[in-house]
């Protein structure tokens, strides 16, 4: 009944969408009305997935100080317009567009339609062309978002303009095109369902770079290395931004079947939303045995890295595996971020840990629990080694991971070390001290607030400097 009435309010959405005449001749038939259908159902997978963008702003915003919130909050408008350009004009041809194994050739400055032979590996499906755009390139957006996520507090904004049109064209469609766009890991089988590797190891990498190229925020680190904690101004915009997150990636995996119909999309919303628990879960329970409390950024961190881990397998494994896979991820992201902070790389959001190593977690372990029935089933690759697959289908999970952190770490190197020494990455102390808001902006985001703040530490020190009176 349920999977009727569905069927029933999607028809209804694709008669608003398109044309009614469309369905009218005699000569239509029940293809049309099934592409129409898939096509509504994979725009609203795009809303949710651009939604997503709020979730960003809210989780980044809160977890970095007051007067940076503004700044972290606008560049992620701007990276997401940055990616609406670029994608179109250039990225989603060298994502998608016909080509060799290496990138794609064809399918630039997309004009509608009328250019679908140019994308043969997006030819599996019915779904309108632009539509098919519009999906990957909410994708693509949300890389450029994690990689821009480790500049946070420090760079200029000038950097996340000009590496960002880089990212857009020179790293993940290259990315994209060896995994779902015809390319030598889509030619071997590499599973990667909705982006462990293409989307979530492509932005941590990238991440990492900037993260190292910058160095810590002032204050991050006293004399003897041991790291400080430097606080969010605002726990509760960090939660709601997850939970939005959370929302959004019901269109993230199961819109990546591009298919309305039948109930496997329900199925890859079951083994998404229970790994993301999963991962809750055990982020709490590591967090409460280290620290000896329940932390709550750690659970949400949790979370994050377990809906990452399954974003590439969710296709491919059985419930009780995604669960396991959600909950090592929300350990594993846990011990890995405590330990990469302890080693000098100063992080505000995570993005290496919760993006990187879950994503690496996620890729390998669709070569562990894939099913055969669910493998046959996407088509893609083979089953894993718990399945009778043997190491095959994790050595070609293996190649994937190494071949894109590899890949990516160096083209990152070379833009960001050529920026670093031609332009600068990194705000002046005096301009970090008073905050990017009103460096790079000129105004603050709390502007009350912070005036309240500024006066208050001016009265200070002209207390200090005034003698007493006798």
């Not at 004009?111 to 519009?134: E, I, Q, R, Y």
């Not at 669910?374 to 088509?379: N, Q, Y």
Request: aromatic residues 12%.
């Amino acid at each position: 009944m349920k999977k009727r009435m569905l069927g029933i309010a999607l028809g209804m959405l694709a008669l608003l969408v398109f044309p009614l005449s469309a369905f009218a001749d005699d000569g239509a038939t029940n293809l049309q009305l099934q592409a129409g259908i898939n096509s509504v159902f994979v725009f609203l997978a795009v809303m949710l997935v651009f939604f997503m963008q709020a979730g960003f702003v809210l989780l980044e915003a809160g977890t970095v100080r007051m007067k940076n919130a503004g700044h972290v909050a606008g560049k992620t408008v701007l990276t997401l317009g940055i990616s609406v350009i670029v994608f179109w004009a250039v990225g989603f041809g060298l994502g998608f567009g016909n080509g060799n194994g290496i990138i794609g050739q064809t399918g630039f400055f997309l004009s509608g339609g009328n250019m679908a032979s140019s994308f043969d590996s997006l030819a599996f499906s019915d779904v309108s062309l632009t539509v098919k755009f519009l999906f990957q390139l909410s994708f693509a957006a949300i890389s450029l978002a994690i990689a821009s996520g480790g500049m946070a507090e420090r760079a200029k904004l000038s950097v996340y303009i000009i590496f960002g049109t880089l990212f857009m064209v020179v790293i993940y469609p290259a990315v994209a095109h060896w995994v779902w766009g015809g390319g030598w890991l889509g030619q071997l089988g590499m599973q990667d369902y909705a982006g462990s590797t293409v989307v979530h190891l492509t932005g941590a990498t990238a991440a990492l770079v900037a993260t190292f190229l910058l160095k810590p925020r002032l204050g991050k680190y006293n004399k003897d290395g041991k790291p400080n904690v430097i606080p969010g101004h605002n726990q509760v915009y960090t939660v709601l931004g997850v939970v939005i997150l959370w929302i959004g990636w019901f269109g993230f995996n199961p819109g990546s079947g591009l298919s309305g119909l039948g109930d496997f999309f329900g199925y890859v919303s079951l083994t998404t939303n229970i790994a993301a628990a999963g991962g809750a879960l055990a982020a709490l329970a590591i967090s409460w045995m280290v620290f000896g409390k329940g932390d709550i950024p750690s659970m949400l961190n949790g979370v994050l890295a377990a809906l990452v881990a399954i974003t590439g397998s969710c296709a491919f494994v059985e419930p009780w595996a995604a669960v396991v896979i959600g909950a090592v991820a929300g350990t594993v992201a846990f011990l890995a971020g405590q330990w990469l902070e302890r080693a000098g790389l100063d992080d505000p959001i995570y993005a290496v840990s919760v993006h990187g190593i879950a994503g690496v977690w996620g890729a390998l372990s669709t070569g562990l629990f894939a099913t055969p029935e669910l493998a046959e089933t996407t088509g893609v690759g083979q089953a894993g080694l718990f399945y009778g697959g043997g190491i095959h289908q994790l050595g070609i999970q293996a190649l994937g991971v190494a071949g894109t952190f590899v890949f990516v770490l160096v083209i990152s190197f070379i833009i960001l070390g050529a920026m670093k020494v031609t332009m600068g990455l990194r705000v002046t102390e005096e301009e970090e001290m008073m905050g990017l808001d009103i460096s790079e902006h000129g105004t603050y985001g709390y502007p009350e607030q912070m005036k309240l703040l500024t006066d208050a530490e001016a009265l200070s020190r002209l207390h200090k400097s005034t003698p007493p009176v006798n």
